[in-house]
T-cell receptor, first 115, second 110 residues
Framework: EAGVAQSPRYKIIEKRQSVAFWCNPI?????LYWYQQILGQGPKLLIQ????????DSQLPKDRFSAERLKGVDSTLKIQPAKLEDSAVYLC?????????????FGPGTRLTVT | GQQVMQIPQYQHVQEGEDFTTYCNSS?????IQWYKQRPGGHPVFLIQ?????EVKKQKRLTFQFGEAKKNSSLHITATQTTDVGTYFC??????????FGTGTRLKVLA
C-alpha cells in the first residue's frame, strides 16, 4: 500500500513569511497527526484529527499555526507569520483508528528553514 | 504535563557490542510504543507494549515494559551497522495522544 505522502520535502523562507505543508495519509486511515521535530529532539504533537474533526490541538501555537483536514482525507498545516524558531521538520502521520493502540505511519516530512 | 525522558542521549558502540536505551515516564502509561528513525529519515514503528512486565523480542531486539508501567527499555544484542539511528519511545497515558521521548542516538563503529 502507498505510504503517507507529504509535500514539499524542503522549504526555505524568510521570517514573517507564510508557508503551507500538505499531507495525504494512507487510504482509509481515520486519524491524522502533525508533529514538529526540532533537530535533536523527539517529535512533538501539534494537532490530531479524527476524520475531519480535531481531537487535540493543545500544543498548536494558534496565533500563527493553523491546520485543516479536508473531507477527512488530506490535510494542510499553515504557518503565518513564520519565526526563526519554527525551523524544524514537520512530520505527518496517520493511523487506522483513534483508539491509541495502533501504530503511527509517518511520512517523509517537510524540512522547514526560516532565515 | 506528562514527560517522557530517555537515557542515554547518545551511545557509541563497537559493532558486535550490546546496546540498551531506557525510557522513563512521569506518569503511569496505558501502553508504550518504540520507533526507530534512521539519519535523515522518519520514525518507523518497531513494537507496542501494553501489559505490566511485558517482554517482547524481535530477532536481536528485546523490549520490556516495567511492572509499574512507568518505564521501558530496548536492548539490542550484538549490534550491527544497520542498527544506526535514533530510538524513540512514545508513551500513552490513556488519552488519545502519544508523548515521544527525547530519543537515544546510536552510532555503531565497524
Amino acid at each position: 500500500e502507498a505510504g503517507v505522502a507529504q509535500s514539499p520535502r524542503y522549504k526555505i523562507i524568510e521570517k514573517r513569511q507564510s508557508v503551507a505543508f500538505w499531507c495525504n495519509p494512507i487510504s482509509g486511515h481515520a486519524t491524522l497527526y502533525w508533529y514538529q521535530q526540532i533537530l535533536g529532539q523527539g517529535p512533538k504533537l501539534l494537532i490530531q484529527f479524527q476524520n475531519n474533526g480535531v481531537v487535540d490541538d493543545s500544543q498548536l501555537p494558534k496565533d500563527r499555526f493553523s491546520a485543516e483536514r479536508l473531507k477527512g482525507v488530506d490535510s494542510t498545516l499553515k504557518i503565518q507569520p513564520a519565526k526563526l524558531e519554527d525551523s524544524a521538520v514537520y512530520l505527518c502521520a496517520s493511523s487506522p483508528q483513534q483508539v491509541p493502540t495502533y501504530e503511527q505511519y509517518f511520512g517523509p516530512g517537510t524540512r522547514l528553514t526560516v532565515t | 504535563g506528562q514527560q517522557v525522558m530517555q537515557i542515554p542521549q547518545y551511545q557509541h558502540v563497537q559493532e558486535g557490542e550490546d546496546f540498551t536505551t531506557y525510557c522513563n515516564s512521569s506518569t503511569t502509561l496505558s501502553n508504550i510504543q518504540w520507533y526507530k528513525q534512521r539519519p535523515g529519515g522518519h520514525p518507523v514503528f518497531l513494537i507496542q507494549l501494553v501489559k505490566s512486565g511485558e517482554v517482547k523480542k524481535q530477532k536481536r531486539l528485546t523490549f520490556q515494559f516495567g511492572e509499574a508501567k512507568k518505564n521501558s527499555s530496548l536492548h539490542i544484542t550484538a549490534t550491527q551497522t544497520t542498527d544506526v539511528g535514533t530510538y524513540f519511545c512514545a508513551g500513552n497515558s490513556g488519552t488519545y495522544k502519544y508523548i515521544f521521548g527525547t530519543g537515544t542516538r546510536l552510532k555503531v563503529l565497524a
